[in-house]
Structures are given as C-alpha cells and as structure tokens.
C-alpha cells in the first residue's frame, strides 16, 4: 500500500478545486439526520457522520430516473452525461456499489445505469467507530474497504491518508500542492489507527456468514416468519433505505394529447403488497410473511448463490428504519437457535453422551 498525506487544512482548497470539474456529492448533517447531497464547499461535508438516511446508491440509481422522451415523431433516450464525485462513501456502502456494478452490468447491461457510473468516481472514507448499535458490518465482511474505490481517505487526525485506488482517483490529487508522500512516522500512525478500530466493531450474529444460505434454505417453513409477518406493517421503508435494493417500476407520463411524455423508472419495493401480483390476480407471494421472507433469502442466499456476494452490507439501515423494530441481527440468530435446538434435539441422548 502507497500511502499520501493531506492536511485537513488543505481540504476547502482541494473541494473548491473538484467542484470546478464536479458535481461533488458529500455527507452533510441536517436537523433530520445526514444525507448525502450536492455541496459547494468543504465547510459542508462531516466526515465524522454515522451513516446517512438514505445510502449513495440513489446518485447512481435515483428514486426517479427518466429513462427516454416520446412525442409524435418517435422516442430518444436520455443520458446523465454530467460528471459526479461521491464523497465520503463508508466502507459498507462501497460493497454495495460493487454489488451494484455487478447487478446491473450483467447482461444485458442497465445502459442508464452503466453512464452514470462511467460518470461517476468515489472518494470513500474508512470507518473507525461503530456508526450505531444496528450495524453488523464486521459480521458481513464489509468493514474493510473492497477494490470498488478510487481514492481512500483515512482520518489520522490533523491529516488524511490517501490511497490511490485508479487513475480517475489520481487524477483527483493533479496540482494540489497540499499532497505529500507518507513518510515513516505517517505509517506508523496509519497502522496503529487501523488495529485501534478492529476491536471497536462487535461482531453480533451467532452464525457465520457463511452459514447463512444454508440457514435461509432450512427455515423455509419456520415459524419465525409467522411472527415476522404479524409484526410487519408492509410499507417497504426497509427497503427504500437499503443501499444494495435493486427493484423499479417503470412508468409513462403522458401529457392531455397522448402524444408527448417520458417513461421513468422509480423505486419500488418487493414489501409492497401489489408487488408480485400478475395477471388473473394472482400473487405468487402473498402475505407479509412470504415477502419478509422472500426479502431474506434475496440478501443472504440468493445474491451470495448469484453472485458470489452477500446483499447485505450490514449497514443497519433498514433496523433503524423499521417502524415496528423488525431487524436482520434478531431474526438470523432466533433462525439459528431454532436450527441448533433442531439439531440438539435430533440426535439421542446416548449419542450426546457419547459425544461429550
């Protein structure tokens, strides 16, 4: 690893300098909470923030995209051409952009989604604290950083450390004369910051990640979904707020004459109760318990037997969200104490004996 240094003195000089190139995008702290939003200056950005309300997913995947315009004499599709800066991205939003650039580069590959993010390039910010008592990114393997970034920050107090993940990330240090090498004492103080952090995160699920598709595959029929299910309200916010959801609608607008309009898409959520009904009225996962369930499977097996990757980063997003405390950490562990009283009980007491 390579290491650069610059002072956080220098950083309203160096944002100044990315605007002039950018629409750079930050975390900023509002009375609400923190959201990531287009800013001006680095007086604006707080890079000490827990998390953010919604994740930056929604710059390369907005809430509402149009995708082309029609009018009588045919369609054209609309591009985002403009160049964005994503700034202070924690270390779990990174693996869900990468989740993300694998979801929507297989094939056939989201074109819309491929230009902003040809157009895009990430400034991300290693996290040192625990952003709140919901997260479980230590379980997931999300806590350290992945290869989707193409400069890392590290805050080593006065100063940031400063990986160079790609050429578009070097680009970002051209001309800043604030940017040194790391000298001996610098690493000294990164690698002391980094085994500082480790035994900050706890880890919080009883079974192993790796165990999860095995465990979501056995509790098909659980009763815990029942209960899940009871205690659902159906209004998709654990969804919305996810950083690796991937569901849309798309929709015309069309204006009086029928003739002029746009086709957008927008998020929707598998939580939503008209979401898997089709044709005949029929819906193939009725019930709050099916779709709690179907939303499980989607994030620790389905993605994992897809693509190799978990779709939970582990963020505590969708627990914090939840209006009836419904949270990932609670229904994975009593999914796993059910499994092991199964197995406990399965096997006969001579043959726990013998097992001692």
């Known amino acids: 690893m390579t290491l650069k240094i610059i002072s956080k003195t220098a950083l309203s000089a160096w944002i100044e300098k990315l605007s002039a190139s950018y629409q750079v995008i930050g975390?900023?702290?509002?009375?609400?909470?923190?959201?990531f939003t287009e800013i001006q200056a680095a007086e604006e950005l707080d890079l000490g923030?827990?998390?953010?309300?919604?994740?930056?997913?929604?710059?390369?995947?907005?809430?509402?995209?149009?995708?082309?315009?029609?009018?009588?004499?045919?369609?054209?599709?609309?591009?985002?051409?403009?160049?964005?800066?994503?700034?202070g991205v924690h270390t779990c939003d990174l693996h869900a952009i990468a989740l993300l650039d694998h979801f929507f580069?297989?094939?056939?590959?989201?074109?819309?989604?491929?230009?902003?993010?040809?157009?895009?390039?990430?400034?991300?910010?290693?996290?040192?604290?625990?952003?709140?008592?919901?997260?479980?990114?230590?379980d997931m393997g999300t806590l350290v950083v992945p290869d989707a970034f193409d400069l890392h920050l590290t805050d080593l107090g006065s100063d940031l450390a400063l990986e160079v993940g790609s050429e578009k990330g070097a680009s970002l240090l051209d001309g800043m004369?604030?940017?040194?090498?790391?000298?001996?004492?610098?690493?000294?103080?990164?690698?002391?910051?980094?085994?500082?952090?480790?035994?900050?995160?706890?880890?919080?699920?009883?079974?192993?990640?790796t165990e999860l598709?095995?465990?979501?595959?056995?509790?098909?029929?659980?009763?815990v979904w029942t209960a899940v299910g009871e205690q659902c309200l159906g209004c998709g916010a654990c969804t919305l707020v996810c950083p690796t959801c991937t569901c849309f609608n798309v929709v015309d607008d069309v204006d009086f004459s029928l003739l002029n309009g746009s086709r957008v898409r927008v998020w929707d959520s598998c939580q939503f109760a008209q979401f898997a009904s089709v044709a005949g009225g029929h819906d193939f996962r009725q019930g709050r318990a099916a779709r709690q369930r179907h939303r499980f499977n989607r994030k620790y097996k389905y993605q994992m037997?897809?693509?190799?990757?978990?779709?939970c980063v582990g963020c505590g997003r969708c627990a914090r969200s939840c209006?009836?405390?419904?949270?990932?950490?609670?229904?994975?562990?009593?999914?796993?104490?059910?499994?092991?009283?199964?197995?406990?009980?399965?096997?006969?007491?001579?043959?726990?004996?013998?097992?001692?």
């Not at 993010?117 to 919901?134: G, H, M």
């Not at 001996?184 to 990640?209: C, G, I, S």
Request: glycine residues 4%.
């Open 27 to 35: 975390p900023v702290t509002r009375p609400g909470g923190t959201v």
């Open 49 to 87: 923030y827990a998390t953010t309300l919604l994740p930056p997913k929604k710059v390369l995947l907005p809430p509402r995209e149009t995708l082309l315009r029609f009018d009588g004499n045919g369609a054209e599709p609309v591009w985002e051409e403009r160049p964005f800066l994503i700034f």
């Open 105 to 138: 580069g297989a094939d056939p590959a989201d074109q819309h989604y491929q230009t902003r993010r040809r157009n895009t390039t990430i400034v991300s910010l290693e996290c040192l604290q625990p952003c709140s008592e919901d997260a479980f990114c230590k």
């Open 177 to 209: 004369a604030a940017v040194r090498e790391a000298t001996a004492v610098d690493y000294h103080q990164f690698n002391q910051t980094m085994t500082e952090k480790w035994p900050r995160f706890p880890y919080r699920l009883e079974a192993d990640v």
């Open 213 to 223: 598709p095995s465990l979501l595959a056995v509790s098909t029929r659980s009763q």
């Open 305 to 311: 037997e897809a693509a190799g990757m978990m779709g």
């Open 323 to 356: 209006l009836v405390h419904i949270k990932p950490v609670d229904v994975l562990n009593k999914l796993h104490r059910q499994r092991t009283a199964v197995q406990h009980t399965a096997v006969s007491p001579q043959r726990r004996e013998a097992m001692r």
